[in-house]
T-cell receptor, first 110, second 113 residues
Framework: EDKVVQSPLSLVVHEGDTVTLNCSYEVTNFRSLLWYKQEKKAPTFLFMLTSSGIEKKSGRLSSILDKKELFSILNITATQTGDSAIYLCAGSGNTGKLIFGQGTTLQVKP | DVKVTQSSRYLVKRTGEKVFLECVQDMDHENMFWYRQDPGLGLRLIYFSYDVKMKEKGDIPEGYSVSREKKERFSLILESASTNQTSMYLC????????????FGQGTRLTVV
């Protein structure tokens, strides 16, 4: 059975801290790993990763995939209160079906 | 802009009622999904549709059915609502490209009393 596991489930940091969110996956015929950010509404897309070792970066956020060890990390540097959200990781196989993990709830305190 | 629209933001229904949650997307996407989201459990896939009239069960299909008569519309049906189906329901769509992001609706918070 396909499975995606995120850790930690919740995290509290102070502004300026750097955080690392983890995502491990077991997805049949794996094609891509996606990260989303969810505030009080619909999840919004952050990154899609398909190749090992190639970092994707957007401002203070970056992510990388390890297809040998079946995991991905999402890094956020110099955190701000606006980074407070649930971060969701999803694995996709060749059918296009998306399997999500439990999410990591990040709280950034001023 | 891709738009995925769910018919209701909030719904309150009684135990035993038949409930319809509607989702419409305007990007001609082949794939559509229904998830429920509960604290600590993330998004769990209820049903997935990869074409009109085609569907596949997700991880938690019990107590739910779906209908996809037109490409743009994917309906989730609770045949007889129960209190343990109180949850946030999220619809999403994506193109058939193997590596493509999914776009989400705003969610429907369903309370069954």
């Amino acid at each position: 059975e396909d499975k995606v596991v995120q850790s930690p489930l919740s995290l509290v940091v102070h502004e300026g801290d750097t955080v690392t969110l983890n995502c491990s996956y077991e997805v049949t015929n794996f094609r891509s790993l996606l990260w989303y950010k969810q505030e009080k509404k619909a999840p919004t897309f952050l990154f899609m990763l398909t190749s090992s070792g190639i970092e994707k970066k957007s401002g203070r956020l970056s992510s990388i995939l390890d297809k040998k060890e079946l995991f991905s990390i999402l890094n956020i540097t110099a955190t701000q209160t606006g980074d407070s959200a649930i971060y969701l990781c999803a694995g996709s196989g060749n059918t296009g079906k998306l399997i999500f993990g439990q999410g990591t709830t990040l709280q950034v305190k001023p | 802009d891709v738009k995925v629209t769910q018919s209701s933001r909030y719904l309150v229904k009684r135990t035993g009622e038949k409930v319809f949650l509607e989702c419409v997307q305007d990007m001609d996407h082949e794939n559509m999904f229904w998830y429920r989201q509960d604290p600590g459990l993330g998004l769990r896939l209820i049903y997935f549709s990869y074409d009109v009239k085609m569907k596949e069960k997700g991880d938690i299909p019990e107590g739910y059915s779906v209908s996809r008569e037109k490409k743009e519309r994917f309906s989730l049906i609770l045949e007889s609502a129960s209190t343990n189906q109180t949850s946030m329901y999220l619809c999403a769509s994506s193109p058939p490209t193997r590596n493509a992001e999914a776009f989400f609706g705003q969610g429907t918070r369903l309370t069954v009393v």
